[in-house]
């Protein structure tokens, strides 16, 4: 075999391995996304690695592939990933968008307070709190799920570090318009309307007192619920799987709607939210 032909055959590798992982990353880049794949297994400790998952499968394409820095995969897979060191850190995410992106619904100066602030300073703690523990290296849902009831400072940093991750793609400029055909079947299935689904999620958020956030989520079985939690709360520790959150805690919207809650979350339903990927969210 020529060097020629040698040199040939090893770049189709690279570019095909490049071109599966990036795939994969794509897919895969929203939280929530992650979200639902690890939290259907979240009671199998071997299930990330399973072959047959699509976390599994992204671990397997990263370690063949070698590529460190998507095997951090916004610093949610587990430890166990060969392609992760122990001391990898949770990273703070940057927003899908500009921060002057969802004007004039939410301001450029409530994104760069919110993100760069508020988001950033719990990923900061989660990091300072699981250096040298246990916890050392591992993705935000396992130190969520660990801390929960145990260790409630760490777990307030973690879960809102996985919520406001999840918040910001649950948004998009030019936002809200039709649902698309998947979801709004089982919206109807299981609200009646899309009128009577916006109506409840709606009263949900404004309903929450002090601080909290409003979820659209998905059982085991399948049906749509709508939730609140108070303070970090994530529907993962219920067992319930999160497909769209709204942030009702004031920092998410006071600067532009002050004690006007209810504006702010008409804004999110009808201008901001993105249906798309609430969609993408939901289990076969």
Avoid at 45 to 53: H, S
Avoid at 108 to 113: G, H, L, N, R, V
Wanted: with cysteine; glycine share 8%; aromatic share 10%.
């Amino acid at each position: 075999m020529t060097l020629s032909l040698v040199l040939v055959l090893v770049l189709v590798l690279v570019l095909s391995l490049s071109s599966s992982v990036c795939d994969a990353y794509n897919q895969r880049i929203a939280i929530a996304r992650t979200v639902t794949t690890v939290y259907g297994h979240a009671n199998n400790d071997d299930a990330g690695n399973n072959v047959n998952t699509e976390m599994g499968k992204l671990r397997k394409t990263v370690r063949k592939g070698g590529v460190t820095g998507v095997g951090v995969l916004l610093g949610l897979l587990s430890k166990n990933s060969k392609a992760v060191a122990s001391s990898s850190k949770i990273q703070v995410q940057q927003l899908p968008y500009d921060y002057n992106a969802l004007e004039p619904y939410i301001s450029t100066k409530t994104m760069q307070f919110h993100h760069d602030k508020h988001y950033a300073k719990y990923v900061a703690t989660t990091n300072q709190l699981i250096e040298n523990t246990d916890l050392a290296g591992s993705d935000l849902i396992t130190i969520m799920q660990k801390s929960y009831n145990t260790n409630q400072g760490l777990f307030n940093a973690a879960a809102q570090s996985l919520n406001h991750f999840f918040y910001w793609n649950c948004m998009k400029p030019n936002g809200g318009g039709d649902i698309p055909p998947k979801l709004k079947r089982a919206i109807d299935k299981s609200f009646g309307s899309v009128d009577e689904f916006r109506k409840q999620l709606a009263a949900a958020g404004n309903g929450i007192f002090g601080s909290g956030w409003a979820w659209l989520v998905q059982t085991k079985a399948g049906d749509l619920e709508i939730v609140k939690t108070s303070g970090a709360e994530n529907p993962i520790v219920f067992n319930k799987t999160p497909i769209l959150t709204i942030d009702v805690w004031e920092h998410a919207y006071y600067l532009d709607y002050q004690n006007m809650r209810s504006s702010y979350i008409d804004a999110f339903l009808d201008k901001l939210v993105n249906w798309d990927f609430v969609e993408k969210q939901m289990r076969a």
